[in-house]
């Protein structure tokens, strides 16, 4: 039977058309790995190098996840997640993260109009993509308004709720340094997350093509590969895509074995961790892992597609304790080490 979309489709106020038929998901996998292929190539014209961090945002778009970039001033946060906004034909908006900042600054709030009537006037984050900038500088107050918006994908005001612009995703920044002022994100608030994203320094080739591009004055016109009609027909393919149980069972095995205590948890967990991840890990775990496959031009994840996706998904769902602070244990060995236990 083939697969469609709706043929009406209410994005953001916009009536689209469906132009997406497939006679089966395995035609549907093939089209979407040379739409992938066309997406990272457009996005390579504006951001060199960070070919991970690419992947892995476009990983957790196609979940419906939200990705936490961590990165120093400099490396192209913002302009990443722009390119990306771009080269999907979705919805942008940059939230500058403040201390100042108020929840109704980025939900909206009811003013009166001209007839002496309320309005709900909509904030920043009634768009597709969102971008929280710094947003470990804002009060808890306004981080949690976030929260609702990223799991539920509404948004309450005034006792009433509405509805964000369908697909939805907050990709939200964060500096490492210069903690001074800063409010650090709860662990509810870290677990909406699907990925916590490392954006390293470019290597030396990497930094003078940037330099070189960047200080030509050529401008380059990137193209829509996807649309939004598209990314929610890939979001439920990937849901669709078969996963042997031991795959399953592995990805759950190595999100509880995180946690200090448990049945499969070894040594240097009981040792070195406070907390372990919860079950979202092992959702993500799962869902990742089938994205992943589907990018590798597979049509069923293994045990290595779940390991590809295990580290930006783990490494802000776990606490070191303080023995793992003193002697140098940081997440990233963790996860690695655990990464090596045969389940």
Not at 42 to 65: M, P, T
Not at 124 to 148: C, G, M, V
Not at 183 to 195: G, I, N, S, T, V
Request: net charge negative; with cysteine; charged share 20%.
């Amino acid at each position: 039977m083939a697969r469609s979309i709706p043929a009406n489709f209410v994005i953001s106020g916009k009536q689209t058309r469906n132009s997406m038929t497939f006679n089966s998901d395995k035609e549907a996998a093939d089209h979407f790995l040379k739409q992938y292929e066309a997406l990272r190539s457009e996005i390579a014209k504006v951001i060199v190098g960070q070919d991970e961090a690419v992947r892995k945002v476009l990983i957790s778009i196609f979940c419906n996840g939200h990705s936490l970039l961590v990165g120093v001033p400099g490396l192209a946060k913002t302009l990443l997640v722009n390119t990306i906004a771009s080269s999907l034909g979705l919805g942008f908006n940059r939230i500058q993260f403040t201390p100042d900042l108020m929840p109704s600054d980025i939900i909206g709030a009811e003013i009166l109009d001209e007839t002496r009537n309320f309005k709900f006037v909509k904030g920043p984050l009634f768009s597709n993509i969102i971008l929280a900038d710094e947003i470990n500088r804002t009060p808890p107050k306004t981080q949690s308004a976030l929260l609702e918006a990223m799991q539920e994908k509404r948004v309450t005001a005034a006792g009433h709720s509405y509805d964000l612009p369908q697909p939805f995703f907050v990709l939200a920044t964060q500096n490492p340094i210069e903690q001074e002022g800063t409010y650090p994100l709860p662990e509810a608030q870290l677990d909406r997350f699907m990925f916590n994203i490392w954006v390293d320094y470019p290597s030396l080739q990497e930094e003078i093509d940037v330099v070189k591009s960047t200080t030509s004055g050529l401008t380059v016109d990137l193209s829509e590969i996807m649309h939004a009609e598209e990314i929610l027909y890939y979001q439920g393919l990937v849901r669709r895509v078969p996963m042997a149980d031991n795959v399953l069972e592995y990805a759950v095995k190595l999100a509880s074995s995180t946690r200090p205590g448990e049945g499969n948890s070894n040594k240097l967990v009981n040792e070195f961790l406070s907390w372990g991840a919860g079950p979202r890990a092992s959702q993500y775990l799962v869902l990742g892992a089938k994205c992943h496959a589907l990018l590798q031009g597979k049509y069923s994840p293994d045990i290595e597609d779940v390991k590809a996706v295990a580290l930006p998904i783990l490494r802000h769902r776990i606490v070191r304790n303080y023995k793992a602070e003193a002697e140098g244990f940081d997440v990233d060995r963790i996860i690695s080490e655990l990464l090596k236990v045969e389940f």
